[in-house]
């Protein structure tokens, strides 16, 4: 942010009076223009012991596979934000059960949350933003081929959770990435 | 927002080509700039059978009654944001527990998140942005004065939780108030 969205000023960053973070403030008109994490909302749509995954057709990690998820926008509610990504990307009916795991990633300033979703039929097929949407199995993940971590580890919980009988809601932190690491 | 904040020129509001929703978009370089909703962060901090209130000393809602909670911040994670809240508004110290309570709020595009928490003593006192912070029982709590709606609702919550002897996890949606109705 270099301009003021407000008055088309310079901003300076600097700490506002009462506040403690730095913070874009205008140098004309004096407003201050606060950054916050955005929020992802998503699902897992199941049909019988199948899930719906999207191959990605954009980067980051284009040709990888993800749950259907994005940006939650104004306005709408995080169920009916997962519901419209899901039509969106795979153009899917889905009817949201419950919210199935949180993932705070804040070196990208990102909170995903992700809801167990029932597919209402499986007349679905790729949205814009999608190569391939499939369903699978446990057994036909594509396990190597998941574009993001919070996926994985959701995916991961969710077989497990499923062996054990029980869906438990999930909370939990994306760390930054060590240099070699595996990506987030 | 009027003004581009990457070059300062002036934004127009339109669709942008594969987009479904009007953005801001800048007439000179182009930048698409997205607006999301806020996720609000806080907790219910917990000492024996009382939980700790903080009168506001900032609008909205000058002198009601809420659970400490504010703006998540960029580097923070969802319950890192919740005990920063805790200190900042009354300088009191918490071990966060387990979320209790989402809230989404989609006329003013926020999404509350709210933990149960532990006081890890209780020497507090009120910050800045508050002008009393005390510990109350359920008889004590002033119902007729608590600040929004989704802190109203998740002590109802919480007390019918407490009586019931469990706490469970819930998520609601706060519709826009009717004219004339009760305030959200």
């Not at 959701?154 to 959770?161: E, Q, W």
Request: some cysteine; glycine content about 8%.
């Amino acid at each position: 942010m270099k301009f003021c969205s407000n008055c088309g000023a310079p901003v300076t960053l600097k700490i506002p009076p009462g506040d403690s973070l730095p913070r874009h403030v205008c140098d004309a008109c004096n407003a201050i223009h606060y950054q916050n994490p955005r929020l992802i909302v998503g699902c897992i749509p199941e049909w019988e012991d199948r899930i719906l995954l999207c191959r990605r057709a954009i980067e980051p990690r284009y040709g990888l596979w993800t749950v259907p998820a994005g940006f939650m926008e104004n306005g709408e509610t995080t169920a009916q934000g997962a519901v419209r990504e899901t039509l969106e990307e795979a153009n899917a009916r889905v009817e949201v059960a419950s919210l199935y795991a949180i993932y705070n990633i804040p070196h990208i300033n990102q909170v995903y949350m992700l809801f167990r979703a029932r597919l209402l039929d499986i007349d679905f097929h790729p949205g814009a933003e999608t190569l391939e949407a499939r369903l699978f199995t446990e057994r036909e993940v594509p396990w190597e081929e998941i574009a993001f971590l919070s996926v994985r580890n959701t995916l991961d919980h969710y077989y497990a959770d499923r062996r054990g009988g029980e869906f438990k809601f999930h909370l939990g932190t994306i760390e930054r990435p060590r240099p070699g690491g595996r990506a987030s």
